[in-house]
């Protein structure tokens, strides 16, 4: 069966800091990969979304990249942190490129920037 | 524009009461795809349901029901002698058929179930 890792799942970190949250898939090839943020009003907005190794889709223009290094690994980055990148970031994989496959998600990391 | 409004912010109802949580949802595209999603306190979403935009039969699954009615654009959600554990954030999300995976989600209604 399929299962996505995510981690670390609380990060404290203060201003101008860098930034690296990692997830991997397990037991399924060639995923589409996303980057989900939910800021404390619940809302969640799509930050990322990857098709295949090297191939990122940015959403929102903000302080944040993403990296598809290997085909199940799915990097979301930051050179300098600012307060607004506090948020709760969820990973999630689908099997399609076209709608209609379910997200599945991470447990989620819960970012603090002091 | 898509868009998907929850306008339930919060519930609370006592256990076994049956509770609905309503979906409003907004595209001219004829072929999409509608799923709910259930936040737990411990914060990662949990798949329930999909459906496509050219099925409109309800669908039942234990204590959940939900009814898809496109006439109105809406996906309803129905837990029925609701339980503690069904206490959670619940999501209503849209995706067309061509935009992969890229969902577009409701405002999310916290649903708290009371002993």
């Known amino acids: 069966s399929q299962t996505i890792h995510q981690w670390p799942a609380t990060l404290v970190q203060p201003v101008g800091s860098p930034l690296s949250l990692e997830c991997t898939v397990e037991?399924?090839?060639?995923?589409?990969l996303y980057w989900y943020r939910q800021a404390a009003g619940r809302g969640l907005q799509l930050l990322f979304y990857?098709?295949?190794?090297?191939?990122i889709s940015s959403e929102v223009p903000q302080n944040l990249s993403a990296s598809r290094p290997q085909d199940r690994q799915f990097i979301l980055s930051s050179k300098k942190l600012l307060l607004s990148d506090s948020g709760f970031y969820l990973c999630?994989?689908?099997?399609?490129?076209?709608?209609?496959?379910?997200?599945?998600f991470g447990n989620g990391t819960r970012l603090t920037v002091t | 524009a898509q868009k998907v409004t929850q306008a339930q912010t919060e519930i609370s109802v006592v256990e076994k009461e049956d509770v609905t949580l309503d979906c409003v949802y907004e595209t001219r595209d004829t072929t999409y795809y509608l799923f709910w999603y259930k936040q737990p306190p411990s914060g990662e979403l949990v798949f329930l349901i999909r459906?496509?935009?050219?099925?409109?039969q309800n669908e039942i699954s234990g204590r959940y029901s939900w009814n898809f009615q496109k006439s109105t654009s809406s996906f309803n959600f129905t837990i029925t002698a609701s339980q503690v554990v069904d206490s959670a954030v619940y999501f209503c999300a849209l995706v067309l058929y061509n935009q992969g995976g890229k969902l577009i989600f409701g405002q999310g209604t916290e649903l708290s179930v009371k002993p």
């Open positions: 037991g399924t090839s060639n995923p589409n």
């Open positions: 459906r496509n935009s050219f099925d409109e």
């Open positions: 990857s098709v295949g190794i090297g191939q």
């Open positions: 999630a994989w689908s099997g399609y490129s076209r709608g209609g496959s379910p997200l599945h």
